[in-house]
């Protein structure tokens, strides 16, 4: 999945390419609720409306809309899984409440998706240093405030590949295991993940700041170049005239 203003190259998530079926036989019970399946056609019928993606704002999240619609490591879409997963999560027994044995893969799996959600965690926090630097940064020298603002570009293209690396490793969990969670947790998880959207949502609207602020210093100071060459170039004709 390309990841829009990002310099990160696309990375494969190591614990998700395998379908439900895969999962399945890996499932952490051999009796599965009926209620937590949904069939093919109503796994496709779950794409007929998305409330989220009606949630975001025209223009401003164009290009975060564009990422999360297309195909990446999952074999579909993260809008398209997300909104899968909600689909199944209602459909789901709210009885369900039975703890699951997980299987030694199953936890290793599991470990790994959390380490990418603290890999975010560590990501944001240095988006939050870097952006606070660049606004202290306004009234020092054009150089300076470039480079803060470059500086927290590159971390806000960090937190956007985190934030992605922590959507697809929540939504890659829940899709190869379908019956890893009760109907609770399953719905925990599932707002976790949306979470971890919106986390990318702002780290591009982020990026757009950033990139636009370091457009503006460039013009500012192309501005000022422009008028001190004119001021240059009307003093040397003045010093010709008096000659």
Known sequence: MSRPTSSASNKSFHSAKSHNSAGSKNSATSKTSAASKVSDSSYASAF????????????????????IKEVGDLGTSLQQERKAQSHISKRRDPNDLQKRTWTDAMQKEYKAYKDAVDRLGEAKAKHEASTKAAKASVKKPAA?????????????????????????????????????????IHKTHLIAAQDNMNSAKQALREINTQETKISDIHKIEAAKAARAGKGKEASSKGKGRAK
Do not use: C, I
């Open 144 to 184: 300076e405030q470039e480079a803060a603002r470059l500086k927290a570009l590159e971390d806000d293209r960090a937190w956007l590949d985190r934030a992605v690396d922590a959507t697809t490793a929540r939504l890659g969990f829940m899709q190869k295991y379908p019956d890893a969670f009760n109907t609770p």
């Open 48 to 67: 007929s409306a998305d409330s989220y993606v009606a949630k975001l704002t025209p223009g401003l999240d164009d290009a975060f809309e564009e990422m």
